[in-house]
């Protein structure tokens, strides 16, 4: 309950940040609503004693009244739906503009590569968009209470013992919390199937899986599969149903009980004269209320429970985005103009937030200024993570790494950011125009036609704008109708395109850059790429990091690192490590002859 109490604030708090007079308005229209049944109910009671009392006027003044009562929780409800219905509009947006910040909040990638963290965010795209019915409920959960306390007054008034009648209905208000307890149990068991089942469907759409579909003749298998883990989904979530409907009509028939000794006492106290009739008509009606009042109660529990369990979930994001901000507050040291010594690493190692193992382990390593650095090494061997360490993705759990012999640590991650240009091997698709897809490495410049096709130049991707049916400026994507989609080699030309926008960068990583390129064309680019850095070099003291698994193309870097098991295996020039005989040149040696 605590927890739905402190999700209804939120809610509220959040309600009222964007709009405060909608939100006030909601509340008292639906608080106002809530007296009208009970009102009219009271009303009712009094317009029949008149009527059979032979009072004309005022039966027919009540009867006025009891019309009024009835519309005006009518029109008060409908009004407040509207402005609560754009509010948790609002709202969800608000929860749209926060999520996305939160993803991106953190100068890490902790968010992002935690399980935990993945999850929450997993959970809360899926969830965000029940705001809608989390509002609708909370708004009629306070009309609820005023309803239900203005009813147990006009029955106490009537009499003492009919107060009963709401205690009656606890049962059915806790059979309803147990029922949605087994509900909610059985979600979770059966949420490896359905998520299964739910990648297989996925897996019989998609265009990417459709080749491989008919070619294996693989239709039927998947469908297969499909209805199997949706069978074993849905028996587990019906039998979870079968139980909850047996829990609800065993809460229900605690109150039909109630029910009808209310009922029955009324009418008893009425033969005897100590009730007027009007007073039995309100009790039934308000018994009547009870029960609806009760089953609305159970039905809108889950919606805030749910909530609750959003709203726990985006707390605790909050919480670990905070916790992982590695940014020092203020007092930031600047990145250097440019780099004189370089970058040194000195024993650092890396593990991974829930990790058991560091992935990098006592790494010494001197980047020197204006140097073509080659990091090469089996999958998983760290490469990635060496990357990501000298990206500031990641602080080191153990060693430094300086900058000109500043701590990185110190150097505002924003900062050094902003002086890095990098091309990852999970690059990233921007179904934008071409223009915006490569000028997003520099936005100050997203929208320079010549600077843009510098940078593609630089990538050496120049003969693909002309293919593109309205150049720079083609939509890219098969999101969009007039979208064109490209080769994987393309959006990796692209993505290059990007990497090459900053100018002056002091540090330029490319991680297996050009992955989905044939060898002659990965071989013509890192030519292009070497003359690149060299301009960097002489310019602003570049390091330059090239990530590669083909080590034909490495040859030319003036350091080349093995990277094994977490350390610094080996390194010098190629030639160094071909006449050492180590590792390097086994591995040369090998992709040398399956070349041949």
Known sequence: MRSVLIAARDLLARGHRQSPLKTWTAVVLMLASGAMLPLAALTTGTLLDAALAGQRGTAITTGVVVAVLLMGGVTLSHFAHIAYFELAERDLV?????????????????VHETPEHADRLAVLEEEVPNVRMAMKALMTTA???????????????????????????????????????????????????????????????????????????????????????WDAATDVLGKAHSKATLLRAFGQLWFAIGYVGAVLLVVWEATTGRLSAGAVVLVVVLAFQVNVQVATAVALLPALRRFAFVDQRMRELRAAVSGNEHERPGGA????????????????????PGGAAPVLRDVDLTLAAGTTVAVVGENGAGKTSLVKLLCGFHRPTGGTITVDGVDLADIGVTAWRERIAAGFQDFVRYEFTAREAVGLGDLPRIDSHREVEEALGRAGAQ??????????????????????????????????????????????????????????????????????????????????????????????ADLIVVVDGGRIAEAGTHAELVARGGLYSQLYGLQARAYR
């Not at 469907?201 to 070619?215: C, H, I, M, Q």
């Not at 040291?333 to 593990?351: A, C, K, M, Y």
């Not at 002309?466 to 080769?487: H, Q």
């Open 143 to 229: 009309s609820l209470l005023v309803a239900m306390s203005l009813t147990a007054v006009l029955l106490a008034v009537v009499h003492p013992l009919l107060l009963a009648l709401p205690v009656v209905a606890v049962p059915a208000l806790l059979a309803g919390k147990r029922a949605e307890q087994v509900v909610d149990d059985a979600r979770t068991a059966a949420a490896e199937p359905s998520r299964l089942a739910r990648s297989a469907f996925r897996l019989a759409v998609s265009a990417s899986s459709a080749k491989e579909l008919r070619v294996y003749r693989l239709g039927a298998d998947v469908r297969r599969r499909h209805a199997e883990l």
């Open 333 to 352: 040291v600047p990145p250097p103009d440019r780099l004189r010594e370089g970058i040194r690493l000195d024993g650092v190692s890396l593990t991974y």
């Open 463 to 556: 003969d693909l704008v002309p293919r593109l049916p309205d150049g720079l400026d083609t939509r890219l994507g098969t999101s969009y109708a007039p979208g064109v989609d490209l080769s994987g080699g393309q959006w990796q030309k692209l993505a290059l395109g990007r990497a090459f926008m900053r100018e002056r960068p002091l540090l330029l990583v490319l991680d297996e850059p050009t992955a989905a390129l044939d060898a002659k064309a990965e071989h013509a680019l890192f030519s292009r790429y070497a003359a690149q850095a060299t301009r960097y070099a002489a310019e602003c003291g570049t390091v330059t990091v090239l990530v590669s698994h083909r080590f034909s193309t490495v040859r030319m």
């Open 94 to 110: 608000d929860y749209d503009v926060e999520l996305i910040g939160l993803a991106n909040g953190s100068s890490g990638l902790d």
